[in-house]
């Protein structure tokens, strides 16, 4: 297997690495020491097309495989392993549920948006006392008439603070059922929506 940049991937390793040393390296020790989310970093890695890597180009992306997505989150993350993962969580996390499971409808409205990186998308799975276990978390969805109400938490979300869309998974079903979970796409500005305090232990 040839494992060397092809053209398109090596057009896309020199991007990054233009960006990195202006945009990236002179601040991710200062993000760090602050710990401050860089999102004006993220949303001109948007512009350069980083963060719709796999999403067709109809919705706004780049249209690209997954041979060039791992090139973007290597490349960015040789930079800063950070930013590598924040590029890594919308482009698989948020903007990828949205993708491989949305309608077109859904993908009209939210792909084009997160794939130009004009709003940051995080995905709410992990609980305070269940952590990753999907089928023990205590967030429940239940239905209203046309429409869900979700009550829960959820902690330790990579953007929670700083995403404009979340895909959030609730229990719709029973305890230990796996196909009681649904994904539900919410935005910032959703009533009973929001991020709480930083909390250092």
């Known amino acids: 297997m040839d494992f060397n940049y092809n053209e398109n991937q090596k057009m896309i390793a020199d991007t990054i690495r233009s960006f990195g040393e202006?945009?990236?390296?002179?601040k991710f020790m200062e993000w760090d020491e602050t710990q401050e989310f860089p999102?004006?970093?993220?949303?001109?890695?948007?512009?350069?097309?980083?963060?719709?890597?796999?999403?067709?180009?109809?919705?706004?992306?780049?249209?690209?495989?997954?041979?060039?997505?791992?090139?973007?989150?290597?490349?960015?993350?040789?930079?800063?392993?950070?930013?590598?993962?924040?590029?890594?969580?919308?482009n698989s996390l948020c903007t990828?549920?949205?993708?491989?499971?949305?309608?077109?409808?859904?993908?009209?409205?939210?792909?084009?948006?997160?794939?130009?990186?004009?709003?940051i998308g995080a995905w709410g799975l992990t609980e305070a006392n269940t952590g990753s276990d999907a089928m023990r978390m205590k967030c429940v969805?239940?239905?209203?008439?046309?429409?869900?109400?979700?009550?829960?938490?959820?902690?330790?979300?990579?953007?929670?603070?700083?995403?404009?869309?979340?895909?959030?998974?609730?229990?719709t079903g029973e305890l230990l059922d796996s196909r009681g979970i649904t994904a539900f796409v919410v935005e910032r500005g959703t009533p009973g929506f929001s991020a709480g305090k930083k909390k250092i232990n």
């Not at 067709?56 to 950070?82: A, H, N, Q």
């Open 22 to 26: 202006k945009h990236i390296k002179p």
């Open 39 to 90: 999102v004006e970093c993220l949303k001109q890695l948007g512009e350069l097309g980083m963060l719709g890597v796999l999403v067709p180009t109809e919705y706004g992306g780049s249209g690209l495989s997954y041979t060039e997505y791992v090139t973007v989150v290597t490349e960015v993350g040789r930079i800063c392993g950070s930013v590598g993962l924040s590029v890594a969580a919308h």
């Open 96 to 119: 990828g549920h949205i993708l491989q499971f949305g309608n077109d409808e859904q993908k009209k409205k939210w792909l084009p948006k997160l794939a130009t990186g004009q709003w």
């Open 141 to 171: 969805a239940t239905q209203d008439g046309d429409d869900w109400v979700i009550n829960g938490a959820k902690n330790w979300i990579t953007h929670g603070k700083s995403s404009d869309v979340m895909v959030v998974l609730a229990r």
